[in-house]
């Protein structure tokens, strides 16, 4: 069905035509109806389903213009909420709405003045969004649509004390949406409170794409630096994105791999603004070749054409495994991701493998000084050995 059968106003269609989509995904073809039906949604997707018009452009379509903020959308991360106010002012261009973006990181200035000036449509990280609001800048009466992007990671952030005191500001006659890829209890009871008898809609992918070929590579864990360096110098790569689990992991790890010669940017929570994007512009245009970043700075991020991944630290959430990995191989290219196990990973690794419901081949790599291997099962040992030639 294309988007001209749902129902969409011709400004939205106009939007999202000159965007260049033509068709719908499964989100935007089951939620699409459903929001301009008025009803309130559980959105269980990830990123990269197309979620953000499945709720933008509804919205854009029921919103018409008035001047006054009816429409909020909370977003975990600085660089969500300018990717999804970006995505409603491209949807939104052949109407008179007005978006503006409220985060941290940046002066006040150019957002009390959007404010001052009148704008429909609110897209904010949480913290900020309750600073203009307790200066009496940012008002919430008039609020028709709340939508809570990406909530497991508000959550992952400690954010659903500040989102909670959001949504008492907000009008209790609302359309509320929930997006979140995994629903753990704490965002099921969240969603008990904030939404009105939702409509769940379930979108996702619990295996990797077959584009992307993906395998463990056990090693002890003091050993995990010289590895990343063996793969990277092994490997033919175009770009590579390692991922870890924290903060001062991913600084070490960029600090390692540029003293190792690598072109290396690095991307996490406590950069600034500044420092975000000109790692994500380096790293898109090629001044650096490998980017380093936690799972909450990298969720959502627009980048193409990542032909490696390499998960330094496992995952927290097994989930998370096929979302990190889907950052390659997208658009039918093909991909490669590696993933470091340390016996302490045994546990983590089950959940994953009973997530996709698939065993993930464990690769040793020749000639390598290996402290062990009992991570790799000896009767398998020579076929890994093979598998790992065969990619490189």
């Known amino acids: 069905m294309p988007f001209s059968k749902l129902g969409l106003s011709h400004g939205a269609l106009q939007g999202v035509k000159a965007a260049g989509y033509t068709d719908p995904t499964p989100i935007q073809l089951r939620a699409i109806p459903l929001v301009l039906a008025g009803r309130d949604i559980i959105g269980s997707a990830q990123t990269g389903t197309g979620k953000t018009a499945a709720f933008a452009l509804p919205i854009i379509t029921k919103l018409g213009q008035h001047g006054k903020l009816r429409a909020l959308i909370l977003e975990p991360t600085r660089e969500l909420a300018a990717q999804v106010e970006t995505a409603f002012r491209d949807y939104g261009r052949f109407t008179d709405l007005r978006a503006v973006v409220i985060y941290g990181g940046v002066g006040y200035g150019a957002q009390e003045k959007a404010l001052r000036e009148g ?3 609110v897209v904010a990280t949480p913290g900020r969004l309750l600073d203009h609001m307790e200066q009496g800048r940012c008002k919430l009466d008039h609020i028709e649509f709340l939508i809570l992007d990406e909530a497991d990671r508000m ?11 959001i949504i008492d500001r907000c009008p209790a006659r609302r359309q509320t949406m929930l997006f979140s890829a ?27 794409a077959e584009t992307i070929r993906h395998a463990l590579y056990p090693v002890a864990d003091d050993q995990r630096d010289e590895l990343v360096i063996e793969l990277l110098e092994r ?5 590579v994105l390692v991922f870890c689990r924290t903060k001062d992991r991913a600084d070490h790890v960029a600090a390692m791999l540029h003293r190792s010669g690598h072109l290396v940017a690095v991307l996490h929570s406590n950069r600034t603004q500044s420092e975000r994007e000109q790692a994500l512009r380096g790293f898109r245009d090629g001044r650096f070749e490998v980017l380093v970043a936690t799972d909450i700075a990298a969720r959502g991020l627009d980048i193409e054409d990542i032909s490696h991944v390499i998960n330094y630290d496992m ?15 997208r658009a039918l290219a093909t ?33 390598f000084p290996y402290k062990y291997t009992t991570l790799l099962d000896p009767e398998a040992e020579k076929r890994m050995r093979t598998m790992g030639r065969r990619r490189r």
């Open 335 to 367: 991909g490669n991701a590696f993933t470091i196990m340390t016996a302490d990973d045994k546990k983590q690794v089950h959940a994953i493998e009973f997530f996709i419901g698939a065993s993930v081949p464990r690769v040793k790599i020749d000639n």
């Open 235 to 239: 490997t033919e790569y175009d770009s």
């Open 315 to 329: 995952p927290q959430h097994a989930e998370d495994y096929v979302h990190r990995i889907g950052r390659t191989g």
């Open 119 to 121: 704008v429909d449509i």
């Open 155 to 165: 959550l992952d952030m400690g954010f659903l004390p500040d989102v909670k005191r």
């Open 182 to 208: 995994t629903v753990p209890p704490e965002i099921a009871t969240l969603a008990q409170w904030a939404l009105k008898n939702p409509e769940t809609i379930e979108i996702g992918r619990r295996r990797p």
